[in-house]
């Protein structure tokens, strides 16, 4: 399977390449609120907006004004990428016809059907839609918690945590220690804490050669993984040490003040420590009552609630079966979302449900590999339906060819979601 950017967008049927002048909103017509601008919500919303020509009013309720890509982001700390190019504004979506408004949703009252804002006032719906992306169980890494974010950021929501453990990893002493805490499933992108180890031995082959890097996971096995232990032998010999669950990855506990890891009972002292929490859906799902545990029920076929038949979740924060946390899933997920809304809202073609996703990963320079599935609806979950993998071994062209199609997917999904 090869994914470029005009592939992405044909196969997202994006309209072409000037956006339409924004919609003169009715009174009486129905109104879609969608919270959360990334790839989920930003796409649900822009499509509705785009296929219903008007006839549904879209409000994108989102607190940044520019959203910054937590895929890709990975690339930032390697050197490959600046912050700037990770970042995308709303402005497209608002010349499309949403309506976006920049505060933070703080509550939903499923009964009155309304979504109340930090800023005062709140917003009517008809449907509602959730694309929250994640927050972190409390207590998941013993002496960690948001408060010690500076001291050990986790980086897992893109922008200034990356850039601040950028600054970090620049600021290591010669042959000093970076640690990472690995998540335990389900989380956001599951090659993305081994992509980071890999983009994080980039930068220290260069800059800090003898560095070392420890890795502290919960797992006894991950997504990719012999495609990054083949990479880490190749490209960072000697230089990344993984200690899996079977030698006590999970018995884990940091002290940001004292800058010190322990596993299993033994006590490293490091420079840099990248501590990647358990997850769990963004606050909002959880406060609109849709969520069971860490996650929020939907059904396969349209990503409604379990709870509530008027409110849908995309992305990182739903629980759906087989599709992995991703970008690609979301903006997969959010098109049948919205495929599905506009029927419910207009009685327009509903297509049955299917969805894709692809995730590319970085381990050196021109060395990208990937993995990913076709899935259906089904009563029951997003069900798997095939899948391919890249394989240990390939040549360095596959390799280049496999990370030149991840570069068109991006600039092909951030034009899907934005415009």
Sequence with gaps: MSINRRTFITTSAVAAATLAAPMVRAAGTPNVVVVGG???????????????????????????????TCFFSNLYLGGFKEME???????????????????WAVGVDRDAKTVSLAGGGSLPYDKLILSPGIDFVDGAVEGW???????????????SQSELLRAQLESMPQGGTFAMVAPPNPYR???????????????????????????????????????FQEGWANHYSGMVDW????????????????????????????????????????????????????????????????????????GDASSQGDMPKSGFSANSQAKVCANAVRGALTGSRVFPAKFSNTCWS????????????TYEATPEKIAKVDGFISQTGESADVRQATYLESEGWYTGITTDMMG
Aim: charged share 20%; aromatic share 6%; glycine share 12%.
């Design 243 to 314: 200690i899996g669950d079977d030698f006590g990855g999970g018995n884990v506990s940091v002290d940001p003040g004292a800058m010190t890891l322990t596993i299993d009972g033994e006590v490293t002292n490091v420079d840099v420590c990248n501590v990647i929490p358990a997850m769990k859906a963004g606050r909002i799902a959880d406060m609109a009552g849709v969520t069971e545990g860490n996650w929020a029920p939907v059904n396969a076929a349209d990503m409604s609630t379990k709870a509530d038949a008027d409110i849908y979740v995309l």
């Design 189 to 227: 992108c599951p090659p993305g804490p081994y992509e980071r180890v890999s983009m994080v031995a980039h930068f220290l082959k260069q800059n800090n050669p003898t560095a070392k890097i420890i890795v502290a996971d919960p797992k006894a096995k991950f997504s990719k993984m012999a495609l």
């Design 145 to 159: 918690d948001l408060s010690a974010q500076n001291a050990m950021p986790h980086a897992y929501k893109a922008g």
């Design 38 to 68: 990334g790839a989920g919500g930003a796409t649900a919303a822009r499509y509705i907006a785009k296929d219903s020509k008007g006839a549904i009013n879209v409000t994108l309720i989102e607190p940044t004004r520019r959203y910054y």
């Design 85 to 103: 190019e990770l970042g995308h504004g709303y402005g497209g979506m608002a010349a499309g016809g949403v309506n976006v408004v920049h505060d």
């Design 362 to 373: 970085l381990i050196a320079t021109g060395d990208g590999v990937k993995v990913g599935a």
